[in-house]
């Protein structure tokens, strides 16, 4: 990270930062030029950063699916289909059939949104660990971290909240903690100040399962929207929410050694 050598303000910096780009156009057609997008603005922007791409398709290969530990995710997705055994697809376009026969697999829109993230999060762990990477810093503000918060509840999965909405995860991954520093802003503030700044010609709209559906199409949507229509009536809702879950704290009890090889909590 760079500063001008006159800036008064001190902050801690880091040496180095690489911008990595999981490409999703395999599964959502209007993503199909994401990853040529983003990197030319990377290297506009950032041209002392290094920019890394991989296809979601990728987490079948061979650099995603090493036996181990360290990627549980071969094993919980290869047995999907009792043929595929340890089979290693060659050739992209059996990745990206095998990863849409996947998908098309799962019923409920609320499991594949839940998949389609620990791919991501999956992916992201092992390209940083690959790269020496300490730390991933990911853009959950603070309106996303309410939505997870009452989400993941809903689903059952409280015990983890503290890891996955938390301000910093360091015992999930080896050598990685997960950072998300802007956690105390509001989607709202962020999306004015890309308006008044400029930015918003470089703001690239995701796409995922939910994407133009109805709000009960899944329990992130209809969260998504519950807090949004609350919050319009009652603007403290999102910060409220996000301080109970900073104050959550990991169970004394929990085992980290034994993890979900999806999750990995």
Not at 20 to 39: G, K, P, V
Not at 73 to 101: H, M, S
Not at 152 to 160: A, F, I, L, P
Request: with cysteine; glycine share 4%.
């Amino acid at each position: 990270m760079h500063v001008a050598p006159n800036e008064k303000k001190k902050v801690k910096l880091l040496e180095s930062a690489i911008i990595c780009h999981i490409d999703e156009s395999c599964l959502f057609d209007n993503q199909a030029r994401s990853t040529a997008r983003l990197e030319a603005m990377a290297k506009q922007l950032f041209p002392d950063m290094a920019f890394v791409a991989h296809g979601m398709e990728e987490v079948f290969s061979s650099e995603f699916t090493q036996n181990g530990d360290e990627n549980g995710l071969a094993y919980a997705l290869n047995p999907i289909n009792d043929d595929l055994g340890d089979y290693v697809p060659a050739t992209r376009e059996e990745r990206v059939t095998l990863l849409k026969q996947l998908f098309d697999g799962i019923s409920k829109n609320s499991s594949k949104e839940d998949l389609y993230w620990h791919i991501k999060q999956a992916m992201l762990v092992k390209v940083a660990q690959r790269e020496n990477c300490s730390y991933i810093f990911l853009a959950d503000t603070a309106t996303r971290q309410a939505i997870k918060m009452i989400s993941m509840t809903s689903k059952g999965r409280g015990y983890s909240i503290p890891l996955d909405v938390g301000a910093e995860n360091d015992v999930s991954f080896q050598g990685v903690a997960i950072i998300r520093p802007m956690k105390d802003m509001l989607a709202k503030e962020i999306g004015l100040y890309n308006r008044f700044s400029g930015l918003d010609s470089y703001v690239i709209p995701p796409t995922d399962f939910g994407t133009r559906l109805p709000n009960k199409a899944s329990i992130e949507k209809l969260t998504e929207h519950f807090i949004a229509t609350l919050d319009r009536g009652f603007p403290s809702t999102v910060s409220t929410i996000s301080r109970t879950a900073s104050k959550l704290t990991l169970q004394q009890s929990m085992d980290m050694n034994r993890k979900c090889a999806i999750c990995y909590m």
